[in-house]
């Protein structure tokens, strides 16, 4: 029996960056390769993705000015038409991936079905400062039953970060918040966070330091020392919090080489950063 098949009928849920979706072919050939194989074990799969730099890029044509706050875009309601049109776009190219790759996937988002739900987030303090976030949602809910008729179709979901309320008010939700709340409903074994990055690094600049395994004291000392910043340190600490919920083990893995989803699924920290207990 392979690594993999350990894992047969358990979740593994893939979160892509969106600067990922830019390059099909090699989406297909990294991601889409993967699943292929996840699935080939029996291995039940949910994608997740998001769609910053093409968000950024837009609001940039249109005019807008783009505020982030702690690696979270504060969301007005231009900005989540932006969100929209591009999550879709987003959706399309990483479906058109994994179709490349043979693997049987429809690209949606957490407003359809009610696939996850989320209220408006209330001001939080970050730092000295009341930070308004807008349009931004906190998930409150996951609907697992339709994730779980999905896979028995033999159908990977690929998941815009938007989600709604029940009055049917849209928010932007953090690609990586969407992806560990769904991982944590499903009890899921594997969370892949995946990105350009190659895994949490001492110094950005420096692939060849890379912490292969980080437990919740190590890397709350590494964003208290600085090492771990920016865009990073809500996937970490989005990380830290889903272990308490189920969740086998987290990675942050990028994709080079081509292999290296696979490779870290097989053997955790061989090629990115697994946090684990």
């Given amino acids: 029996m392979s690594v993999l098949q350990t894992f047969a009928g358990q979740w593994f849920v893939v979160k892509i960056g969106g600067e990922l979706a830019l390059d099909v072919h090699r989406l297909a050939a990294t991601v889409g390769a993967a ?41 007005d309601e231009a900005t989540l038409e932006v969100m929209k049109q591009v ?4 959706g399309v190219n990483v479906a058109s991936a994994m179709r490349l790759a043979q693997v049987t996937a429809i690209a949606t988002s957490g407003v359809s079905a009610g696939l996850v739900d989320a209220t408006r987030r209330p001001p939080v303090k970050v730092g000295e400062q009341l930070v308004d976030y807008g349009l931004v949602g906190d998930v409150t809910n996951v609907n697992v039953t339709l994730l779980e008729v999905l896979a028995k179709a033999g159908v990977v979901p690929v998941i815009g970060c938007l989600a709604a309320d029940g009055l049917g008010q849209v928010y932007n939700v953090n690609a990586d918040t969407v992806a560990t709340r769904i991982a944590g409903r499903l009890g899921a074994a594997r969370l892949f966070l995946v ?11 420096d692939a060849s330091t890379r912490f292969p395994m980080l437990n919740p004291t190590e890397a709350r000392a590494q964003i208290a020392s600085g090492a771990i910043q920016g865009g990073m340190i809500p996937k970490v600490e989005e990380s830290l919090a889903m272990l308490d919920e189920g969740i086998g083990a987290i990675h942050i893995v990028g994709l080079h080489p081509e292999t290296s989803l696979l490779d870290e699924a097989r053997e955790p920290g061989s090629r990115g950063t697994v946090f684990v207990k």
């Fill in 35 to 75: 699943v292929n194989q996840f699935l080939g074990a029996g291995i039940k799969v949910a994608i997740v993705h998001g769609g910053g730099p093409q968000a950024t890029e837009l609001s940039k044509r249109l005019g807008l000015e783009t505020r982030q706050v702690a690696g979270q875009r504060i969301t």
């Fill in 87 to 90: 999550l879709g776009g987003v």
């Fill in 195 to 205: 990105s350009n990055v190659p895994g949490v690094l001492a110094d950005k600049n």
